[in-house]
């Protein structure tokens, strides 16, 4: 049933594709979903053919389906020995088998995670719809599932769910884009992988925008409404309590941070206004097992208490073990932080996992344009750390992290965008050594500077051609109808670049506004 509400929130129907990322004003982070793998016979995250060579997965939410603009889909390449293959298929609303039909700003594909649901083997995909109308009730969102199989992902079994679904905890709401992040892994210890789905506007405990998580679980027929659970700030043992804006789940991550063997649940709250001070933004750290409706602890890592950080903290996440530690590190954009006097330059921190989790006050690096090591300079509005990756790069063992910085300037074009590798190592995790700096102006990189490309608005992580190394994927979803890089990376030295787009992967080139690579695996 919709949700009653004393007033009815203030539209906000995006205008243009960075609308559609742009949907929580202030910071406009495109989603990171952060995957940890099933165990068992379950298939690595993106391999829908399980065929052991990841299929590449792009987000295309501006795409114009059957005459409705901005209806959305999502373009999916097989995996092959050189990498993606040089054909695709897209999946939307008009495609075989998935629910409901293609409307005007839907933005099918805003968010995707994957990881093998039910362990059979093939990996399965998670697709968000955030401003998915219900009913009458618009901006409610939905999310789509979709199994793998022998064939693959398309014209396979999609199931679909939203707050009206039955069994399902919450109730529909106007602009409460569910689905709006998500993320995957293991956070109950069956063996089965789990779906995290943020909803950072919904009410909860009367506060608008305080934000919810539901959490899906893993079982050998896959993701049900039954086993699905509602976290907020009023379930136990999960720091603080629902206050408007906090925006609780507007991005999320799963990864082992106290070693103990079970997945942990991150989620950046960045509304979270931090008592005393002007900061806002924390990290909820919601410890595994998850069962029984909450959480076995929670820790909280909040921006007033991480000196140099404070501005949204948590505008972008990626997990990663950086170092050569049992303990998953995480890596947080704070991509609207004050450098010096540029305002938005931005700023990431990582923070390391240990026993007790992750902390504030130790175990904690920060990076920007001002680092020694670290090319360029802080730049108002220029986003560092917008969107985060992680992967092992360089096959040294170690995890890496790619940084997009989504609106920063080469020479004159504003908003040409740019990224950043930066390099883990066994005892020193991340650190400058060897770092590179990617843009569309770097020797060996495809395309051409131009104003409002924003090359670097999102980042991903894949091993787009199953050999084990991990390649850091850019996406540039203003250039033209949107492009994505895979790059080919060791310290100090890029290997190579291959840019595609809509037209390189078997369909036509597609038009401004369709945000092609907007939302990328990780």
């Not at 997965?57 to 040089?86: C, E, F, K």
């Not at 969102?141 to 707050?163: A, K, P």
């Amino acid at each position: 049933m919709a949700e009653e509400k004393a007033t009815r929130p203030t539209r906000r129907r995006p205008k243009a594709w960075h609308a559609a990322v742009a949907l929580l004003v202030c910071v406009g982070a495109a989603t990171t979903a952060a995957l940890v793998a099933g165990s068992g016979g379950a298939a690595a995250p993106y391999d829908f053919n399980g065929d052991g060579k990841p299929d590449l997965t792009v987000g295309v939410p501006g795409n114009n389906v059957g005459g409705d603009a901005r209806a959305g889909s999502v373009v999916i390449a097989g995996g092959t020995a050189t990498g993606p293959a040089s054909t695709a298929v897209r999946i939307d609303q008009a495609s075989p088998g998935v629910p409901g039909e293609p409307e005007v700003d839907d933005h099918f594909g805003q968010s995707v995670a994957s990881c093998d649901f039910d362990s059979n083997g093939y990996a399965d995909l998670a697709v968000s719809s955030p401003l998915e109308a219900i009913g009458t009730t618009e901006g409610a969102g939905l999310l789509t599932v979709h199994y793998g199989g022998s064939g693959g992902i398309y014209n396979s079994t999609t199931e679909s769910f939203d707050e009206d679904t039955a069994n399902y905890p919450g109730a529909v709401g106007w602009d409460e884009i569910f689905a709006y992040s998500l993320a995957a892994g293991d956070v109950n210890g069956d063996g089965y992988c789990d779906l995290a789905v943020g909803q950072p506007l919904d009410h909860a405990g009367g506060a608008s925008n305080a934000g919810t998580i539901k959490l899906m679980f893993g079982t050998s027929t896959g993701l049900n409404a039954a086993d699905t659970i509602q976290i907020d700030q009023s379930t136990a043992n999960v720091p603080g309590v629902p206050e408007a804006e906090d925006r609780f789940g507007e991005q999320l991550a799963v990864a082992d941070v106290n070693g103990d063997g079970v997945g942990d649940l991150i989620s950046a709250t960045i509304g979270e206004q931090i008592s005393g001070s002007s900061d806002r933004g924390s990290l909820h750290i919601l410890y595994g097992p998850i069962k029984s409706g909450a959480p076995a602890s929670g820790g909280y890592v909040d921006s007033g208490n991480v000196t140099g950080i404070g501005e949204f903290a948590g505008s972008a996440l990626a997990v990663g073990h950086f170092n050569d530690d049992e303990y998953a590190d995480v890596a947080v954009g704070v991509s609207d932080q004050q450098v010096g006097t540029k305002g938005a330059a931005g700023r990431l921190a990582v923070l390391y996992g240990g026993s007790q989790g992750l902390s504030a006050t130790s175990r904690v690096k920060l990076f920007d344009q001002d680092s020694p090591g670290i090319a360029g300079g802080p730049e108002s509005e220029d986003h560092f750390a917008g969107s985060l990756a992680a992967g092992d790069f360089d096959g040294d063992g170690t995890d890496d992290l790619v940084v997009g910085m989504r609106s920063e300037a080469i020479g004159s074009a504003t908003g040409s965008g740019a990224s950043m590798i930066l390099f883990g190592n066994a005892t020193g995790g991340i650190t400058t050594k060897g770092a590179l700096w990617i843009d569309q102006d770097t020797a060996g990189v495809p395309g051409t500077v131009a104003t409002a490309d924003h090359f670097g608005w999102t980042v991903g992580a894949l091993d787009t051609d199953g050999n084990g190394r991990v390649e850091p994927l850019v996406g540039a979803p203003g250039n033209a109808a949107g492009t994505v890089t895979i790059l080919k990376v060791r310290p100090g030295t890029l290997e190579s670049a291959t840019a595609l787009a809509e037209g390189d992967l078997g369909f036509s080139a597609g038009s401004d506004g369709d945000a092609f690579g907007i939302a990328l695996a990780h």
